[in-house]
């Protein structure tokens, strides 16, 4: 019997929340491919919290966690169409250590020693400030929560490493608004609801993560009709990028962006296998040599950014890890339910108006109904 993903986003009862957490030099740089944050290290610092947790005695699962982006601060450079990275070298001025090989080495203008220099390395980074909420399971948990135990998972994460940032107290937002605090959700879709409609508004102003796998094979049969050729890949690419087109009829540049397509970015899910499992300490130079190893490559996917006023349950914003050992297939699920799409006839009736206008010239306005 084959493996299959759990894509409904496993029961939790109460939702932690850590507003205004600011995280200093996260890596950018997520995947081969694409540029942003990952929702695999804020997957791999849920898991970390729930270690901690069962090692304090706490029977406490936590089953999913949402990330909402409040500011942001790419450490690059932006020209007009590209963009660079600001690098620096570590430490700035030598090397102290002579064992060290570096390739390249200055004169001192003083001593006229020659002084050598740490190489550069290139990495990403971007600063942070985010509100993570976590779905947490626990029989033994009251219906208003633990404040002191949330306040310990707020210093555990303190003490932690995110995505290969630091985690700081935010300098710009007041203290009162860094505080933990609970979300009781009921067993009823109508009462998790009802209860989520109020919460969210605290989660304001940011934009949250969503998966839209959904318009992947949307776009890939929009291109099919003009490339018989193209692949999910090709579909991939064209949703990662603004394609513009030159009409002859209006006589302007058009983007397959219109307004209102929502915010769309490419997105890393997850891992796929490369190779069978590989006994720990069987392979050169790998961190762990007591832990199996595999090869393994990205999965990529697009993502949307939303306002959490725009989302309806608390598992539209959540995010799960899912595994298939068959396959080896590691994948983040998410919970978000997009809007349904309008009926073909409706859809066939509006491009046909819309091709309809195109091939009309403009006309001057009324001047009665200026």
């Known amino acids: 019997m084959s493996e299959q993903l759990q894509l409904e986003c496993p029961h939790f009862e109460h ?9 200093h030099n996260f890596n ?42 409040h500011d942001h601060s790419l450490q690059a450079i ?27 080495s200055e004169p001192n203008s003083e001593t006229g020693a020659k002084e050598k220099f740490a190489p550069i390395i290139e990495e990403g980074r971007i600063h942070l400030t985010v509100t993570l909420t976590f779905g ?17 998972v707020r210093q555990w994460l303190a003490g932690m490493r995110l995505g ?30 009802q209860a989520f409609a109020s919460a969210k508004l605290k989660l304001l102003p940011g934009f949250t993560l969503v998966d ?31 394609n513009w087109e030159w009409n002859e009829v209006q006589g302007k540049w058009l983007s397959d962006r219109p307004k209102g397509s929502g915010w769309i970015v490419p997105i890393p899910t997850g891992y796929a296998a490369l190779t069978h499992l590989l006994a720990a300490g069987s392979v050169a130079n790998a961190r762990d040599t007591t832990t199996p190893f595999r090869f393994v490559e ?40 997009p809007p349904a799409p309008a009926l073909e ?3 066939a009736e509006t491009s046909a108006l819309a091709k309809a206008h195109e091939n009309t010239p403009p006309t001057a306005p009324d001047p009665a109904e200026a």
């Open 78 to 104: 932006s020209s007009q169409f590209t963009s660079a990275l600001l690098l620096t070298r570590n430490p700035i001025k030598g090397y102290l250590r002579e064992d060290k090989k570096i390739a390249s």
């Open 212 to 242: 839209r796998s959904d318009l992947l094979p949307i776009r890939l049969q929009q291109m099919q009709k003009t490339q018989p050729q193209a692949s999910t890949l090709d579909a991939w690419l064209s949703l990662c990028r603004t």
């Open 345 to 347: 006839s409706e859809s």
């Open 298 to 337: 990205s999965v990529y996917s697009v993502g949307e950014w939303l306002g959490p006023h725009r989302l309806t349950h608390p598992q539209d914003m959540m995010w799960w890890p899912q595994y298939q050992h068959a396959t080896g297939l590691y994948r983040c699920c998410n919970g978000y339910q």
């Open 15 to 23: 939702m932690l929340v850590l507003p205004h957490i600011a995280i």
């Open 28 to 69: 950018a740089i997520n995947s081969s491919h694409t540029c942003g944050i990952s929702i695999t290290a804020f997957i791999g610092a849920m898991h970390a919290l729930e270690r901690k947790a069962r090692a304090a005695g706490w029977d406490w699962q936590f089953c999913c966690v949402g990330i909402v982006v």
């Open 164 to 193: 290969g940032g630091s985690v700081w107290q935010s300098p710009i937002v007041h203290p009162k608004r860094q505080q933990p605090w609970w979300l009781s959700l009921g067993d009823s879709p109508a009462d998790r609801a």
């Open 136 to 152: 947490i399971y626990s029989e033994s948990m009251s219906g208003a929560g633990d404040a002191d135990k949330a306040s310990q």
